[in-house]
């Protein structure tokens, strides 16, 4: 008997030991979860600063970006990066320095290098003279791995100056980061197609975006909307990769793009009508990355998003004129939009047609043609017009009142979609696209394909200064 209690005693603890292995090993984001009381007490200490930092994506898995506001006097772009919390044994790496939005600060902007797949991170930045705490990321797996999609996070609401406004958002915000993550411990990075901020002008709204300590271990690929084209604040608050500035693009216009693992992430500027200059910066990041197996889209307004914005003038012809054919150009597998604040995703399409099905919960092998797939929004989700009487729409969800997230997860030759609702990650929608073959060499459809487009970036010329007379006339950008 007591033999058997020695044995059950080892075999239990052998079973602990693997539990503790695989906790440890899965639980990435630790708990920062907060009641609406400590948000609350967190929003009114920290509102009135604006010195958080920002960590992001960097141009592959292996490197992180970050930035952050420091005193003019004493601002010193200086990272630390080690693999315990006690910091010993670190590198560091220095950045620059930019001008910041006001005369007293300096923005420090730092790329980390020689990051490992799954692999526990400690680092710090160095702020008004002296060294952060230490902050933790853990990276995943790079050639399989699953990201997340949140769109129009939009900090500040519809209003403009209401601090309690600005709070509550920032505390959905919070909220849906902390039920994602919980159950997603696996996330790499978050992609947002835009409307980040409210007002475009407010440095307490990139503040309060970046008040949930989740974003200190969650990089972010942060495209540019609207709302964010209101004012230049996005140009102090980030620290995106191979950002474009093109030869017609001015103000904060930029596209940028970024590689992880076997996918290439195109980050347009759609609230820019400069068609050369967004084909050059697809042009440019297609050809640098000839091995990309998964090629994927991003902007903020949504071309084939759910209910009649897609049929909008500004959308169903300028946009569509603009940044349709260099999708098809390029052969990108799927489109992620926002602006609407309606969640839903399209059948296959191509050149504004619908050439397949694209069902909720199948796979589908080698489609013809691209998904788009449209966010709703953690403010104002949206109308309550019935979203699934359009034939490009395959899925709506219309509660409007409801957050939604989505998981987009990548194997060898999988791309698994998911979305799911904000406050229980209750399955809504989920496709899968199975790729058994490469990208067929198209040079010659891409020559005239190409040759094509050039009307629509003359006529994009034309559209970018009647713009900026109609942005001059309204103070600033719709």
């Given at each position: 008997?007591?033999?058997?209690?020695?044995a059950?005693?080892?075999?239990?603890?052998?079973?602990f030991?693997?539990?503790?292995?695989?906790?440890?090993?899965?639980?990435?984001f630790?708990?920062?979860?907060?009641?609406?009381?400590?948000?609350?007490?967190?929003?009114?200490?920290?509102?009135?600063e604006n010195?958080?930092?920002?960590?992001?994506?960097?141009?592959?898995?292996?490197?992180?970006?970050?930035?952050?506001?420091?005193?003019k006097?004493?601002?010193?772009?200086?990272?630390?990066?080690?693999?315990?919390?006690?910091?010993?044994?670190?590198?560091?790496?220095?950045?620059?320095?930019t001008?910041?939005?006001?005369?007293?600060?300096?923005?420090?902007?730092?790329?980390?290098?020689?990051?490992?797949?799954?692999?526990?991170?400690?680092?710090?930045?160095?702020?008004?003279?002296?060294?952060?705490?230490?902050?933790?990321?853990?990276?995943?797996?790079?050639?399989?791995?699953?990201?997340?999609?949140?769109?129009?996070?939009?900090?500040?609401?519809?209003?403009?100056?209401?601090?309690?406004?600005?709070?509550?958002?920032?505390?959905?915000?919070?909220?849906?980061?902390?039920?994602?993550?919980?159950?997603?411990?696996?996330?790499?990075?978050?992609?947002?197609?835009?409307?980040?901020?409210?007002?475009?002008?407010?440095?307490?709204?990139?503040?309060?975006?970046?008040?949930?300590?989740?974003?200190r271990?969650?990089?972010?690929?942060?495209?540019?909307?609207?709302?964010?084209?209101?004012?230049?604040?996005?140009?102090?608050?980030?620290?995106?990769?191979?950002?474009?500035?093109g030869?017609?693009f001015?103000?904060?216009?930029?596209?940028?793009?970024?590689?992880?693992?076997?996918?290439?992430?195109?980050?347009?500027?759609?609230?820019?009508?400069?068609?050369?200059?967004?084909?050059?910066m697809?042009?440019?990041?297609?050809?640098?990355?000839?091995?990309?197996?998964?090629?994927?889209?991003?902007?903020?307004?949504?071309?084939?998003?759910?209910?009649i914005?897609?049929?909008?003038?500004?959308t169903?012809?300028?946009?569509?004129a603009?940044?349709q054919?260099?999708?098809?150009?390029?052969?990108?597998?799927?489109?992620?939009?926002?602006?609407?604040?309606?969640q839903?995703?399209?059948?296959?399409?191509?050149?504004?047609?619908?050439?397949?099905?694209?069902?909720?919960?199948?796979?589908?092998?080698?489609?013809?043609?691209?998904?788009?797939?449209?966010t709703?929004?953690?403010?104002?989700?949206?109308?309550?017009?019935?979203?699934?009487?359009?034939?490009?729409?395959?899925?709506?969800?219309?509660?409007?009142?409801?957050?939604?997230?989505?998981?987009?997860?990548?194997?060898?030759?999988?791309?698994?979609?998911?979305t799911?609702?904000?406050?229980n990650?209750?399955?809504?929608?989920?496709?899968?696209?199975?790729?058994?073959?490469?990208?067929?060499?198209?040079?010659?459809?891409?020559?005239?394909?190409?040759?094509?487009?050039?009307?629509?970036e003359?006529?994009?010329?034309?559209?970018?200064?009647?713009?900026?007379?109609?942005?001059?006339?309204?103070?600033?950008?719709?």
């Open positions: 008997m007591k033999r058997c209690s020695k059950l005693a080892v075999v239990l603890s052998v079973l030991l693997l539990q503790s292995f695989f906790v440890t090993s899965f639980a990435a630790d708990d920062k979860s907060l009641t609406q009381e400590e948000w609350n007490a967190v929003y009114a200490d920290l509102r009135d010195t958080l930092p920002t960590l992001c994506v960097g141009a592959d898995e292996t490197q992180l970006n970050i930035c952050w506001h420091a005193a006097e004493t601002a010193q772009p200086k990272v630390r990066l080690a693999k315990n919390a006690s910091m010993t044994d670190f590198v560091e790496f220095t950045g620059e320095t001008p910041a939005e006001n005369d007293e600060q300096l923005v420090c902007r730092v790329t980390m290098t020689g990051i490992e797949e799954n692999t526990v991170y400690y680092y710090q930045w160095l702020g008004d003279d002296s060294w952060s705490e230490p902050y933790k990321y853990e990276s995943k797996g790079f050639d399989s791995f699953k990201m997340m999609l949140i769109g129009d996070i939009q900090i500040g609401g519809q209003s403009y100056d209401n601090p309690e406004e600005q709070s509550r958002i920032g505390y959905v915000w919070q909220s849906v980061l902390d039920e994602a993550l919980t159950e997603n411990p696996d996330i790499s990075f978050l992609l947002s197609p835009g409307d980040n901020t409210s007002t475009g002008n407010a440095a307490d709204e990139w503040q309060t975006l970046l008040m949930p300590e989740y974003t271990s969650l990089p972010m690929a942060l495209a540019i909307g609207n709302h964010d084209k209101k004012g230049m604040m996005y140009d102090y608050y980030t620290h995106m990769p191979n950002e474009f500035f030869e017609y001015t103000g904060l216009d930029r596209d940028f793009w970024f590689r992880y693992g076997d996918v290439l992430y195109l980050m347009f500027d759609a609230c820019s009508g400069s068609a050369a200059d967004h084909r050059a697809a042009k440019e990041a297609v050809e640098a990355n000839p091995d990309a197996k998964w090629r994927i889209g991003v902007m903020h307004q949504g071309l084939y998003a759910p209910g914005a897609a049929l909008e003038p500004e169903g012809i300028l946009l569509n603009v940044f054919p260099i999708f098809e150009m390029y052969d990108l597998d799927i489109v992620f939009t926002g602006h609407t604040h309606m839903g995703r399209s059948h296959f399409i191509s050149d504004g047609l619908i050439v397949g099905k694209a069902e909720s919960g199948k796979t589908y092998t080698d489609p013809k043609g691209i998904i788009y797939l449209n709703n929004a953690c403010c104002d989700q949206g109308s309550m017009e019935d979203m699934s009487k359009w034939p490009h729409t395959a899925y709506a969800f219309e509660d409007a009142d409801v957050t939604t997230y989505s998981t987009i997860e990548f194997t060898e030759d999988t791309m698994a979609i998911r799911l609702r904000g406050d990650s209750e399955l809504l929608d989920s496709i899968t696209i199975k790729k058994t073959k490469g990208f067929e060499d198209g040079k010659i459809r891409l020559t005239v394909r190409t040759l094509f487009y050039k009307i629509i003359l006529f994009g010329l034309i559209y970018l200064k009647i713009d900026e007379i109609a942005v001059a006339i309204r103070g600033g950008h719709f």
